[in-house]
């Protein structure tokens, strides 16, 4: 069982990017998805999730109105839109597993509640 985070990268301020949360070994239709970041120096905290069944999301408060998130469950692999980036977005970022009986719901309040993480994908933005 693996989650393989990518599409990181150098971009300018103001500029776009999607990283991609694929996963191998488990069917992630069965899971909310969260994205979360780690910036140097700082506690990892959560971005943006979305519920196993697709119709529930929840921001973190710098996230909402820049950042989407998606899932395609064909592909296994949920993807996370990112605009209108700042330098404060600058971090590793990391996606994770969460199991709910509520399909639903899904919080990026609280990391621990995460069951598998992949490796992280690097953002850095540049002013």
């Known amino acids: 069982v693996q989650l393989q985070a990518s599409g990181g990268g150098l971009v300018q301020s103001g500029g776009s990017l999607r990283l991609s949360c694929a996963a191998s070994?488990?069917?992630?239709?069965?899971?909310?998805i969260g994205w979360f970041r780690q910036a140097p120096g700082l506690e990892r905290e959560g971005v943006l999730c979305i519920s196993s069944s697709g119709n529930a999301r929840s921001y973190a408060g710098s996230a909402k109105g820049r950042f989407t998130i998606s899932r395609d469950n064909a592909k296994n692999t949920v993807y996370l839109q990112m605009s209108g980036l700042r330098s404060e977005d600058t971090g590793v970022y990391y996606c994770?597993?969460?199991?709910?009986?509520?399909?639903?719901?899904?919080?990026?309040?609280?990391?621990?509640?995460?069951?598998?993480w992949g490796q992280g994908t690097l953002v850095t933005v540049s002013s």
């Open positions: 994770g597993l969460d199991k709910h009986d509520n399909i639903d719901y899904c919080q990026v309040v609280a990391d621990k509640y995460y069951k598998l």
């Open positions: 070994g488990i069917n992630l239709d069965d899971y909310a």
